[in-house]
């Protein structure tokens, strides 16, 4: 079987990527917009007052922020853990805090998540816990299989398909969750401090994985209170300080 290349491998993945709007380029699309988003939680704690910012179709977007500061709230405001006390989070067009049951499920499909956790099965070997995802989503094992080989070749875990979690180094447990997180070829991903229990050689390799996957396609919004990893990358950065938009 050929070797295919990281080119070729995205390019399978995301088959939209030729269209996508670069960060470099003033968006026309936007991918996900806040408007005027407050959020408090339950136990009185405010998290979010009075957030607005858009994201266009194809952006690569760090928020930053000190622990605390608001930026998992906006990224889980964003695929429907939480719900804005005030304001309208859209994402793709859709208010994410009027959707119910199965629209809420169609939207989630359109967006990957990564933690900084990893969130994975331990009794799953690394492609179990790939497939699973695809699984959920009732794809044919024929199909899981297809997807399979070119997401575990992206991040780099090919030899390590039969591996249960704890043979796996940090850096690789955050690689096979990028690769759930991706093989279901989610035009959004999120990823909230994807890099913050890796060393800086690790962290950099996560961020060039998202950076790739950016670069054919997907909107990527990447939260992360690592100021050097920010300024290494050069793009686009939305700073947020005790719940608010931070500008200079
Ligand atoms: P960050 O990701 O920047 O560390 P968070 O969005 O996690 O910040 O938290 C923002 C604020 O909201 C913090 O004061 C935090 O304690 C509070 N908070 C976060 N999640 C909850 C929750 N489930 N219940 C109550 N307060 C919360």
Redesign the pocket.
């Known amino acids: 079987m050929p070797t295919l290349t990281a080119k070729e491998i995205l390019e399978q993945q995301f088959p939209a990527s030729e269209t996508a709007t670069k960060s470099v380029e003033t968006p026309t699309e936007f991918c996900v917009e806040f408007r005027n988003v407050s ?1 408090v ?3 009185g ?4 007052s009075n957030v607005s910012f858009q994201v266009g179709k194809g952006e690569f977007l760090f928020i930053t ?10 990224l ?1 405001l964003l695929y429907g853990e ?1 719900i804005a006390s005030q304001g309208e989070v859209i994402v793709n067009g859709q208010n994410v805090g009027l959707q119910r049951g199965n629209q809420l499920s169609y939207l989630r499909r359109q967006i990957g998540v990564i933690f900084q956790d990893y969130k994975l099965i331990p009794q799953r070997t690394v492609t179990e816990n790939i497939s699973v995802v695809l699984q959920a989503q009732g794809y044919t094992r024929k199909e899981i299989q297809r997807r399979l080989e070119p997401t575990l070749k992206l991040v780099g875990l090919q030899t390590k398909a039969n591996c249960f979690p704890e043979q796996l180094s940090g850096g690789e447990q955050q690689r096979v969750s990028i690769a759930r997180a991706i093989v279901a070829t989610p035009p959004l991903i999120l990823a ?2 994807p890099t913050g229990n890796l060393d800086p050689d690790n962290s950099w390799q996560i961020i060039q994985i998202l950076r790739k996957l950016n670069h054919f396609g997907a909107t990527v919004i990447v ?1 992360t ?1 690592d100021e050097q990893l920010v300024r290494r990358c050069d793009t686009r950065v939305v700073r ?1 300080c005790n ?1 608010e938009i931070y500008r200079r």
């Open positions: 959020k939680y339950e136990n704690r405010g998290a979010l922020g000190p622990s605390g500061s608001g930026k998992s709230t906006l889980k939480q909230d401090e939260t209170h947020v719940g």
